[in-house]
């Protein structure tokens, strides 16, 4: 089993930027596809970026062009870096390691981090 630990979430203004980290233990990152998801206070969680073990990549199309999701095997970490923030990016964003299926539906993932939060003042 993989633990996953996020972080790098914050206060921040519009316009500005962040960088998320998802560090894992237990099993390396590169084997797996792994995704970023996030939920606002009174909405469900939703998918934001995957990134496939050959690179492959997909984003949502609310943060295509602002957010890029990348990994350093080296170090088993996945990162989520987050520029031209807005506030309606504001919620608590989560990575998971994908096990099979739709790469946008929470349930083809089976591992999750705890959660970062992420907020944006206009």
């Known amino acids: 089993q993989v633990q996953l630990v996020e972080s790098g979430g914050g206060l921040v203004q519009a316009g500005g930027s962040l960088r998320l980290s998802c560090t894992a233990s237990g099993r390396l990152l590169s084997s797996y596809v792994m995704g970023w998801f996030r939920q606002a206070p009174g909405k469900e969680r939703e998918f934001v970026a995957v990134m496939g073990t050959g690179g492959s990549i997909v984003y949502a199309d609310s943060v295509k062009g602002r957010f890029t999701i990348s990994r350093d095997d080296a170090e088993n970490t996945v990162y989520l870096q987050m520029n031209s923030l807005k506030p309606e990016d504001t919620a608590v964003y989560y990575c998971?390691?994908?096990?099979?299926?739709?790469?946008?539906?929470?349930?083809?993932?089976?591992?999750w981090g705890q959660g970062t939060q992420v907020t944006v003042s206009s």
């Open positions: 998971a390691r994908h096990y099979g299926g739709n790469v946008y539906y929470i349930r083809s993932y089976n591992s």
